[in-house]
């Protein structure tokens, strides 16, 4: 007697479809297991008889250098002592008295003598002895420092004072030295041919005062050809095991046994790498889950796989012998689950018992991505590429420019190995896996090939330009922008050594090898700037790719707090009590899918992708999750019928259907009582609902790419038991569709029922809607589609059809209304909604079919988008951007239309219908605009360049020049001016240079920093910070940067408006050893006077000494804070993975006057550090701003005037700093009294 359970992952018994519950013990049979730890043998001693030439003199650490005991002096050049006649040879012993040790008076006076004049001016070693015959330990001596006597006390019977020298001194004339063994060959692929070398050195050359002489004659170094050989004869190895039968019951499959070509090289071997056969299976149980007895190895030997039971609704069976011996297999099969396989085993009773556990077929998704590689002709290379899902797959297909790679690639479980590469091996490369629930494929990775020497890294750096302060002269073309270089970052092939595997090292790329000081006339004096001179190879920048952000209720705007945040099946954390979250991204991956489930069960699990920046750094993002609708008690035992989307008034879309006895507990138990329902429907028919919903609206389809759905609505359900609370599971249940709602009519025939895998966050399909059979009654007036499905562990469905009109839309975002090319935007956060078409089509325009967001880069973002070649009005897209949570404005549509700003030319531009939000109501925010997402005519070069591709042009869209027609969002923002002496892109921190004069001296994490400035005056004013090294001894006195930053009105105060302006941070530089507490003047423009300090930072600045002068009313100057300060000093203080964000937030607060809070309102009584009150000059007069910017000389000497000579006494030459470059104040000593600052420059 068998009996068993069959059930599912999540323990629900016959009609279960997967979970996490834990499922019956089973005890295993035994098996070996070995473990140990690889033991090496130690070295024997090596030993010396009397007579034999000591080993060679091993080298102490020269004090002031590194060094390790036991290194051997001259190791790089070690000379051969085994060769007589040519090579050195050692000279006699010499006594030595060394001063210190006992006995140092009694050295003989020739000893010295000798020592001074050495037998070789340039000895190879020296060798040092005690007074007897042994080596004193501790005692050593160099070449260049001459012998030192141990720092601890000698042993017994030796005496430091009292040993004996001798020297190795190379041969009087130049003489080769042996040859050095032949180097590998560089070519090891067969059937090629490469180089081996060898070289030998010249020693015995005179020293510098010796008369010169003839080098040795001959070469250095030797080449000669080298190979491996001719390839073998291609071949085929014996062929493999058949593998399964492709299915388990039911009809006919087939099985596939593979074989491999070995020793072919490039030909490929005759004859065909796999063959199949047809394998009949036995006939399927049904539709419960049911077992049999598994074929060889597995079940009765000898005989063929059986049906044996099948299970009841608790996933329960009984089978009587299945086998005569006591151990046998078994297998349990259901549609839609991976077939499940146990061996018995025995319990008291007699009776054997099988648990098997069932798991839902998913479908694979990948988890490792190929990624790009560089190699050189003849170089090896491999990619990778992993999934997973249910069952794992397990098999993998590699294809070239989209054509199947066979034969001659290697191929083994996602990898891919290519040896010897030619030229035409380049092109991109993906891999598709496949497994008996579906496939799917990679991103494309591009293999680039070189020819041997040819340079993937120019030297000479690309233009790049940074714009001077304002008081900076213009170039002969009206410019004042200057061109610092960048090197493009681009990957470099890997040398010899690099691993050609999967993942792990950084690899090499493109870079900075050598920057320069450049010094541009400004204002009189001269401006440091550092521009590049040189790009080279190097290992690549690989700073953290990180997604931070904020989940709050779509409804409310409460913050999720405390919510878990899974990647996949793995949590990673928690979100914070404001609801905020980081999140760092995984290496290699490409889509980043991310759940947030409400610990306390008041808002539906939000499975996001979001979109982030691959070359590193942090991308911020709004989460809005929905609040679960409040349930209603349902009775288990008879039917029930939930409305979806009847909120608001509207028609519902349809209707869920429970028949009676449909609801289940876990076991599988079906439950008859009181159950409360919750069925939160995601309705597309309000636009402001499409932020809410969760995952991007795709799926992979048969040959395992991924495409876009198009939605008419979305639902996740909750079903508990009314008295306990418990989670209740249900189906078979019912889906009908109002027909009506569906305006398109090819859309009826592809209607589907969807679930999400909330892993993936890919949605699968669950079940055809089908028009429902059978005429209407006479009180039915609607006609709907049709689909079953079961809710188990998956609560979140979709009514979907796959849409295949599909385009891409190009997008940039700018720093400002200029739309200069070189301020573009980078991590901005570009959202594109699918509209409803237009009357004709579904009914409602404002309704949503879909959503995507795209991450801009530094050729901005190419976003999908249905479109239409018929009607350019058929499809629209709603689009808007955010960089750090704050939203950037579109281009005005109104009241007259300029091409040149939005970026697209006409006629396009037209037949777009591009309209900005506030078009026709002015009231409305200016965030967003509207497009028609027109198709272009391929035969209308009007049309050929963006901002619209087709579906097929992605690469066009996403290397399209800046020139090309594109869609702008730009930054509205108070005028500001950042200046960096060593340069920066802050949207690609790839781009960060070590510098002792670097702003940002840490490109893993960046501190920024900000100082609030409240102005009493009738207008806004602009105010500076001049940023200096100031207590670092590499930087004192040496310009960091400069920041300008205009003041804002506070509304609620007269008169009165501040500035949020930036300053360098304090603290450790770019090497890491010592900080720096940079000297930071903060002068407004004006004829502005200083009124009051915040009392906190005055006394922080006190006790924390040096100080800073501040001997003029129109400044304020201080040495920068190491520690974070917050709100109550005026300080404000963020660090963060990604400089903008980490600013952004920053400003936020200042803003807002606390150290938490987040305001675009100015509050200029709140949190401020320094106030200036500022009058109005006389008409033609000049401020001490613009004085010290004109005519900085004349500006100081009249200072000077005015503070006195009893000021001047006590004062230093210099006030302050300032744009033109003189020098600094003095500094206040700890004791109160000034002390000369000290001298300023490069040390």
């Known amino acids: ?6 059930g599912d992952a999540g323990g629900t018994g016959a009609g279960s479809r997967g979970g996490g519950h834990g499922v019956p013990k089973v005890t295993p049979g035994c098996h070996p297991r070995v473990t140990g730890t690889e033991v090496s043998q130690p070295a024997p001693l090596e030993s010396r008889g009397p007579g034999e030439e000591p080993a060679p003199l091993e080298r102490q650490a020269e004090p002031g250098e590194a060094g390790t005991a036991g290194q051997r002096w001259g190791a790089p050049e070690e000379p051969d002592l085994g060769t007589a006649g040519e090579g050195p040879v050692w000279s006699p012993w010499f006594s030595i008295a060394h001063p210190g040790g006992a006995g140092a008076g009694r050295a003989p006076v020739a000893g010295r003598a000798r020592l001074g004049a050495r037998p070789c001016a340039r000895p190879a070693a020296i060798e040092a002895r005690s007074g007897g015959r042994a080596a004193a330990p501790g005692l050593g001596a160099s070449p260049t420092g001459g012998p030192r006597c141990p720092t601890r006390p000698p042993p017994p019977g030796t005496a430091c004072a009292s040993y004996r020298l001798r020297f190795l001194c190379p041969p009087d004339h130049p003489s080769w030295s042996p040859w050095s063994p032949w180097s590998p060959c560089s070519r090891s692929a067969c059937g090629t041919r490469g180089t081996q070398s060898r070289s030998r050195r010249c020693r015995g050359a005179p020293g510098p005062a010796a008369p010169p002489e003839p080098r040795c004659q001959g070469e250095a170094t030797e080449r000669r050809p080298c190979g491996a050989g001719p390839c073998p004869e291609p071949g085929w190895t014996e062929w493999g095991a058949w593998g399964p039968c492709s299915r388990s019951c039911g009809r006919s499959g087939k099985r596939v046994r593979r074989r491999s070509c070995r020793g072919a090289g490039s030909r490929p071997c005759p004859g065909r790498a796999s063959e199949a056969q047809r394998c009949p299976g036995p006939p399927c149980p049904g539709g419960a889950p049911g077992a049999r007895s598994a074929g060889p190895p597995a079940g009765c030997p000898g005989r063929p796989p059986v049906p044996l039971a099948r299970g009841d609704a608790r996933g329960r069976f009984t089978a009587s012998g299945p086998c005569p011996g006591p151990a046998a297999n078994l297998s349990a099969h259901r549609d839609g689950f991976a077939p499940a396989l146990a061996p018995t085993g025995t319990e ?18 990948m988890v490792l991505q190929p990624a790009d590689r560089v190699r050189e002709a003849g170089q090896d290379v491999t990619f990778c590429c992993e999934a997973s899902g249910t069952p794992a797959p397990h098999k993998y297909y590699w294809y070239h420019n989209g054509t199947l790679l066979q034969g001659s690639a290697e191929r083994s479980r996602g990898r891919l190995a290519l040896r010897g590469l030619a030229p035409e091996q380049a092109g991109t490369y993906h891999c598709k896996a496949s497994s008996e629930a579906g496939a799917i494929r990679s991103a494309p990775a591009q293999l680039t090939v070189l020819a041997q020497g040819q340079q993937s890294c120019r030297p000479e750096p690309e233009p790049s330009l940074v714009e001077l302060p304002s008081e900076c002269p213009q170039d002969a073309s009206g410019s004042r922008y200057y061109n610092v270089g960048r090197c493009p970052g681009s990957p ?33 004096a001269a401006l440091p700037l550092k521009v590049v001179a040189e790009c080279g190879c190097g290992p690549c920048a690989r700073p953290r790719a990180l997604v931070q952000g904020r989940v709050t209720a779509a409804d409310t705007g409460e913050p999720l707090r405390f919510g878990h945040i899974f990647l996949g099946a793995t949590k990673v954390g928690f979100t914070g009590y404001r609801g905020s979250f980081t999140i760092e991204v995984p290496p290699g991956t490409r889509r980043l899918v991310a759940r947030f489930v409400d610990s306390r069960q008041r808002l539906v699990d939000a499975v996001k992708v979001l979109p982030f920046d691959r070359r590193g750094g942090a991308v911020y993002h709004e989460v809005k999750m929905l609040r679960k609708k409040e349930p209603v008690e349902l009775d288990g035992g008879r039917s029930n019928a939930i409305p979806l989307g009847e909120a608001g008034g509207r028609e519902p879309v349809g209707e869920l259907l429970l028949p009676a006895g449909a609801f289940l507990r876990p076991s599988g138990e079906v439950f008859n009582g009181t159950v409360k ?14 932020g809410a919903a969760s995952s991007d609206l795709s799926f992979a389809d048969a040959e395992g790419e991924i495409v876009p759905l198009r939605t008419y609505g979305m639902f996740a359900v909750d079903f508990r038991e009314g008295d306990g609370g418990a989670a209740l599971q249900a189906g078979p249940v019912q889906v009908r569709m109002d027909a009506a709602q569906v305006r398109v009519p090819e859309h009826l025939q592809k209607m589907k029922l969807w679930s999400l895998n909330p892993e993936s966050g890919l949605w699968e399909e669950e079940g055809v809607l089908r028009p429902a059979g059978g005429g209407r009654g006479k009180r039915e007036e609607r006609t709907f589609l049709v689909g079953n499905l079961e809710i188990r562990e998956r609560r979140l469905f979709n009514l979907d059809v796959p849409e ?10 700018y720093s400002n209304e200029k739309f200069h090319p070189y301020e573009q935007l980078e991590g901005v ?40 070649a018929r009607r350019p009005d058929a499809y629209a897209a709603l689009l808007t951007a955010t960089l750090g949570g704050e939203e950037l404005e579109a281009v005005p549509s109104s009241p007259t239309l300029d091409p040149g700003a939005v970026g697209v030319a006409q006629p396009y531009l037209a037949k777009l219908g591009y309209r900005r939000s506030d078009h026709e109501d002015a009231a409305l925010k200016k965030t967003a605009f509207q497009i028609n997402v027109a198709k272009p005519d391929p035969g209308d070069a009007d049309e050929s360049n963006g901002p619209v591709y087709s579906y097929r042009s992605l690469r066009r869209c996403e290397e399209a020049p800046v020139g090309a027609n594109h869609l702008r969002f730009y930054r509205v923002e108070v005028d500001k001016y950042e200046y960096n002496v060593v340069p920066f892109s802050e949207s690609d921190v790839a781009s960060w240079t070590g510098d002792y004069l670097a702003w940002w001296p840490n490109p893993q994490e960046f501190r920024a920093c900000f100082i609030k400035v409240r102005l009493e005056g009738p207008r806004e004013y602009m105010v500076r910070s001049r940023n200096a090294g100031g207590s670092h001894p590499r930087t004192r006195g040496q310009l960091y940067g400069l920041r300008d930053s205009r003041s804002v009105r506070d509304p609620l105060l007269d008169n009165a408006s501040a500035a949020c302006v930036e300053f360098k941070c304090g603290g450790m530089l770019f090497d890491q050893s010592l900080t720096d507490r940079t000297l930071v003047s903060v002068a407004p423009q004006g004829s502005c006077r200083r009124t009051a300090v915040n009392a906190l930072l005055r006394d922080y600045l006190s006790r924390h000494p040096p100080l800073a002068d501040n001997n003029h009313t129109g400044a304020f100057s201080m040495l920068a804070p190491l520690d974070p300060l917050g709100h109550n000093y005026g300080i404000y203080t963020v660090t963060d993975q990604s400089p903008r964000l980490a600013k952004e937030i920053a400003i936020g607060r200042c803003f807002a006057g606390t150290s938490d809070g987040f305001s675009r309102e100015m509050r200029a009584g709140e949190g401020t550090a320094v106030t200036f009150e500022c009058q109005e000059r006389p008409p033609g007069g000049e401020s001490l701003f613009q004085r010290l910017l004109s005519a900085p000389a004349e500006a100081l000497a009249d200072i000077r005037r ?4 009893s000021e001047l006494r006590r004062a230093p030459p210099e006030v302050m700093d300032f744009a033109s470059g003189a020098p600094g104040p003095t500094r206040r000593a700890p004791g109160g009294q000034r002390s000369p600052a000290r001298p300023r420059g490069r040390p």
């Open 1 to 6: 007697m068998l009996a068993g359970t069959a």
């Open 348 to 365: 008291g009773s007699g009776a054997a018992v099988a648990p098997l556990r069932l798991r839902r077929l998913e479908k694979p998704y």
């Open 492 to 524: 470099c092939p890997g040398g010899p050594a690099e691993a050609s595997g999967c993942g792990g090292g950084p690899g090499r790329c493109c870079g900075v090898r050598r920057m320069e000081l450049r010094r541009v006339p400004c204002a009189g």
């Open 677 to 690: 329902a919750s069925v939160t429907f995601v309705d597309p028919r309000d636009v402001a609902t499409a």
């Open 804 to 813: 295949d009109r599909r385009c891409f839309v190009k997008v940039r975002a």
């Open 829 to 868: 956060v570009v959202s594109l909604i699918n509209l409803e078409p237009r009357p004709g089509f579904p009914s409602n325009p404002r309704a949503w079919g879909r959503f995507d967001s795209a991450v801009t880069g530094p050729n901005g973002a190419c976003l999908p988008a249905f479109c239409d």
């Open 1202 to 1205: 005015e503070m006195g000579r």
